[in-house]
């Protein structure tokens, strides 16, 4: 393996701890700024922000101040600092972000979409797994201290969630449904999992990407849905050479989630906690339309490898 940049020869835990640092201090240094913005757009002290204020006289400046800092966050913490980490590195055969494909094809794209989609429907009975698990096994404190860590999330998700305009709306859609899937594919499988898979094997390079995407979400009730989302994202990665198709698979997702909540009947912070029960057939349909994704996907696939 040859490396131009000065990380040549260093092993992978020097290679993640040199790009955990860059994104440690980029994300600081973005989040100064956005500090900066939010007493200047909003007139607000980001040290004084309070979930409770969303809510009240003054809630679309807080609520949009919130969005602020979980923007400029995200992009320093898993663009910015991975971009740099890139730059430096100056690695041409382990990073694939510049060589995927420029344009999308239509097909495969609406496959990937349709696939996630039903995905999501299966991945719900994990969720189920997961809980009834953690339940099962874990002592009752901890058990505990995860169901309120998950109410806790959806009372922060909340935050970004609600609105009261078409133009809150918007501001939402690009914070919560956009900016992740961009950010998080660059980091996760654009960078990272690209990294591992010089050192590690394919394979392994996939499960792992896939459990550090589940633990940094820190959602411990969702543990195993966020890691096999992780772990469908990158096999997308992987077997269509591009970083466009998981980022389009993510930000269907999002929208999904996101669709699903704002039309609940139920307040926004009580849907995303309220954990319904799904019909049987709805995951063996689900399981079907799957598995026929998968089927015209790798088709397609193949087709497209002979163009």
């Given amino acids: 393996m040859s490396t131009l940049g000065f990380l040549e020869g260093k092993s992978i835990i020097v290679r993640l701890l040199f790009l955990l640092s860059l994104m440690l201090v980029f994300g600081l ?25 969303a809510f009240g006289p003054n809630g679309i400046a807080t609520r949009n101040a919130f969005r602020m800092l979980q923007f400029f966050l995200i992009t320093g913490m898993f663009v910015v600092g991975p971009g740099v980490y890139v730059s430096l590195s100056k690695n041409p055969n382990t990073f694939t972000i510049a060589a995927a494909n420029s344009t ?13 989609l039903s995905f999501g429907w299966m991945v719900e009975g994990l969720v189920r797994i997961n809980l009834l698990a953690f339940e099962a096994f874990f002592p009752a404190d901890w058990f505990q201290y995860l169901l309120l860590q998950s109410e806790e999330s959806a009372s ?99 929208v999904f989630v996101l669709i699903q909540v704002k039309s609940s009947p139920l307040p926004i912070e009580e849907a995303l906690k309220s954990l319904s ?3 049987i057939w709805h995951y063996l349909a689900a399981t079907a339309v799957f598995t026929l994704c998968m089927f015209f996907y790798f088709r397609r696939i193949r087709l497209l490898d002979k163009l």
């Fill in 156 to 254: 922060q998700m909340a935050v970004f969630l609600t609105s009261e305009s078409i133009l809150e709306d918007v501001f939402t859609l690009i914070i919560i449904a956009f900016v992740p899937a961009l950010a998080e594919e660059y980091l996760f499988r654009g960078v990272l999992q690209e990294e591992l898979k010089n050192f590690l094997g394919i394979k392994t390079s996939i499960l792992i990407t896939a459990t550090l995407f589940g633990l940094t979400h820190w959602q411990g009730i969702n543990f195993l849905g966020l890691v096999s989302f992780g772990w469908l994202l990158g096999s997308i990665k992987q077997t269509s050479g591009s970083l466009w198709f998981p980022i389009l698979a993510h930000f269907t997702n999002n």
């Fill in 104 to 116: 999308i094809d239509l097909r495969l794209a609406l496959t990937v979409m349709l696939g996630v």
């Fill in 29 to 53: 240094l973005f989040e100064l700024l956005a500090f900066a913005l939010v007493q200047v757009f909003y007139g607000l002290s980001p040290f004084g922000l309070s979930i409770e204020d």
């Fill in 277 to 279: 029960v799904t019909p």
